[in-house]
């Protein structure tokens, strides 16, 4: 278990005449249950493809996403946001994003007998298979994503933006020129267009295949997913 931070800047906002203070930092094993507690199931009740598969209903595929998730924290690679003033609690971790390191010969699996689990896995497969990021960025690892949240009560205070831009110094770290993540909704989108990502694929909400399991997507969070990705020079 890793469990050394990496400190990545420290930020300030306003809200409601209050002003917020925040860093940018590495989790580690210490900080899973926290994160999971306070932001990751209403990352699996919000996020578009894990609301419209309804995967909060199932109990196991709950557990794998946590033991996914655990894992990626533990190996030191999860970034989040943790308030450093007493205007909350101090230290409360406000914005997560898991990230990881997928190498060109390891494709990234659930490895699970789960349908749910199986079947996000193949549709985020469709989507960033053909962008080919590592032939046109000619990598052989960069930094991946599965998640990112900002708690309910801080949207809108720019601390999605942080995180997103953090992964270049987190990249940095790890000896990594490039990120790529599959965004599903428009404001993920959004945030990653302003840093500079560029879209490597995509697929239209009407060519996501769920399969046989009853879904719904939220149309009024997006229209399609894409799989877009940054190249630092």
Same mark, same amino acid.
């Given at each position: %278990?890793?469990?050394?931070? #990496?400190?990545?800047?420290?930020? /300030?906002?306003?809200?409601?005449?209050?002003?917020?203070?925040?860093?940018?930092?590495?989790?580690?094993?210490?900080?899973?249950?926290?994160?999971?507690?306070?932001?990751?199931?209403?990352?699996?009740?919000?996020?578009?493809?894990?609301?419209? %598969?309804?995967?909060?209903?199932?109990? /196991?595929?709950?557990?794998?996403?946590?033991?996914?998730?655990?894992? %990626?924290?533990?190996?030191?690679?999860?970034?989040?946001?943790?308030? /450093?003033?007493?205007?909350?609690?101090?230290?409360?971790?406000?914005?997560?994003?898991?990230?990881?390191?997928?190498?060109?010969?390891?494709?990234?699996?659930?490895?699970?007998?789960?349908?749910?689990?199986?079947?996000?896995?193949?549709?985020?497969?469709?989507?960033?298979?053909?962008?080919?990021?590592? /032939?046109?960025?000619?990598?052989? #690892?960069?930094?991946?994503?599965?998640?990112? %949240?900002?708690?309910?009560?801080?949207?809108?205070?720019?601390?999605?933006?942080?995180?997103?831009?953090?992964?270049?110094?987190?990249?940095?770290?790890?000896?990594?020129?490039?990120?790529?993540?599959?965004?599903?909704?428009?404001?993920?989108?959004?945030?990653?267009?302003?840093?500079?990502?560029?879209?490597?694929?995509?697929?239209?909400?009407?060519?996501?295949?769920?399969?046989?399991?009853?879904?719904?997507?939220?149309?009024?969070?997006?229209?399609?997913?894409?799989?877009?990705?940054?190249?630092?020079?």
């Amino acid at each position: %278990m890793n469990s050394t931070t #990496r400190n990545f800047g420290s930020f /300030e906002f306003d809200k409601n005449g209050v002003r917020f203070k925040y860093r940018i930092q590495t989790a580690t094993g210490d900080h899973f249950d926290e994160i999971f507690e306070q932001l990751g199931y209403d990352f699996l009740k919000q996020e578009r493809l894990n609301a419209a %598969m309804n995967i909060i209903s199932d109990f /196991e595929a709950v557990e794998i996403h946590k033991s996914v998730w655990r894992d %990626m924290v533990c190996n030191g690679t999860t970034l989040i946001a943790l308030v /450093e003033n007493d205007c909350v609690e101090q230290g409360k971790i406000i914005g997560f994003n898991f990230t990881y390191v997928e190498k060109k010969d390891e494709d990234f699996s659930w490895a699970s007998s789960n349908k749910m689990c199986r079947q996000m896995s193949k549709v985020l497969s469709e989507v960033s298979r053909p962008g080919n990021i590592f /032939e046109k960025y000619n990598v052989d #690892r960069y930094l991946a994503a599965f998640g990112l %949240m900002v708690h309910v009560d801080f949207a809108g205070s720019g601390i999605g933006y942080r995180l997103l831009e953090s992964r270049q110094k987190l990249c940095k770290c790890l000896g990594l020129s490039a990120t790529g993540t599959v965004f599903t909704g428009y404001i993920s989108q959004h945030l990653a267009t302003k840093l500079g990502f560029e879209v490597l694929s995509s697929l239209d909400d009407e060519h996501i295949d769920f399969g046989d399991i009853e879904s719904h997507l939220d149309d009024t969070k997006g229209k399609d997913i894409k799989f877009m990705a940054l190249r630092y020079t």
